[in-house]
C-alpha cells in the first residue's frame, strides 16, 4: 500500500477529528464524507472502533501498516505499558520530532524536509522520517537551509515551551531530545489500549 496521497479532509471527517490540523472543511462538514456521510450511523462493532482507533494513529503520524505493525511488536517486546510504549515510539521518530520542534506546520512537511536533507541529528544529515532519536539527540536545521522561507514562518511565534521532553535554541536553530515524553505530554487524542487490544486478537 502506497502513502495516502488524497484530501486530508476526507480522512479527518472520517474520524470526527482535526488529526491534520486546523480544517476548514472538516468544521464546515462535520460528518463522515460520502453520499450517506451525514445519514444516522449503526452503532459499530467493538473491532469496528479498535480498528479506527488504529487507522487514526497510522493516519496521524503518517505510518504504513507494515511500519505500524513492525512497531507494535517492538512495543509489546519492551518492558511497561504497551501502549504507552507504542505512542513513544511514534513521538520519537524524526519527523514527528520536527513538526513538534515547529520547524515545519505539519507532520507531512517535516517528512519532506528530513527526505530533501534540510535537517541534521548531531550534525550530521539525515534524511530517513523514521529515524528513531535517543536521548540527548540535537535535531537542527541544515545551517544552508536555515534562510528557508517555509521553516522560518513554521517557525515564526511558536511556543516551544508546549514540550517538556524537547528543548529548543533559537539562536542556532536546534532542539534537543531530552527524553521520550510521558503519555501525559502527548496531546494526541488516542486511545492506544484499544490498539493493543486490536492487536491481541
Do not use: C
Not at 517486546?77 to 520530532?97: A, C, F, P
Not at 528557508?148 to 521532553?165: C, R, T
Not at 539562536?171 to 496531546?187: N, Q, V, W, Y
Amino acid at each position: 500500500m502506497a502513502r495516502y496521497t488524497g484530501p486530508k479532509s476526507k480522512i479527518a471527517r472520517r474520524f470526527g477529528e482535526p488529526i491534520f490540523g486546523p480544517d476548514k472543511a472538516q468544521a464546515r462538514r462535520n460528518y463522515a464524507p460520502g453520499q450517506h456521510g451525514n445519514a444516522r450511523k449503526r452503532k459499530p462493532s467493538e473491532y469496528g472502533v479498535q480498528l479506527n482507533e488504529k487507522q487514526k494513529a497510522k493516519y496521524t503520524y503518517g505510518v504504513l501498516e507494515r511500519q505500524f505493525r513492525n512497531m507494535f511488536a517492538k512495543a509489546q517486546s519492551k518492558k511497561g505499558i504497551t501502549g504507552e510504549i507504542l505512542l513513544q515510539m511514534l513521538e520519537s521518530r524524526l519527523d514527528n520530532v520536527v513538526y513538534r520542534l515547529g520547524i515545519a506546520p505539519t507532520r507531512a512537511a517535516a517528512r519532506q524536509l528530513v527526505s530533501h536533507k534540510h535537517i541534521t541529528v548531531d550534525g550530521s544529515v539525515v534524511n530517513i522520517p523514521s529515524y528513531s532519536l535517543k536521548q540527548g539527540q540535537i535535531v537542527a536545521v541544515r545551517e544552508k537551509d536555515k534562510s528557508m522561507q517555509v521553516i522560518n514562518e513554521a517557525l515564526n511565534g511558536f511556543n516551544h515551551s508546549k514540550y517538556p521532553w524537547l528543548e529548543w535554541d533559537d539562536k542556532t536553530m536546534s532542539g534537543k531530545f531530552l527524553h521520550r515524553p510521558e503519555r501525559a505530554d502527548i496531546p494526541e487524542n488516542i486511545r492506544e489500549q484499544l490498539i493493543v487490544e486490536l492487536y491481541s486478537k
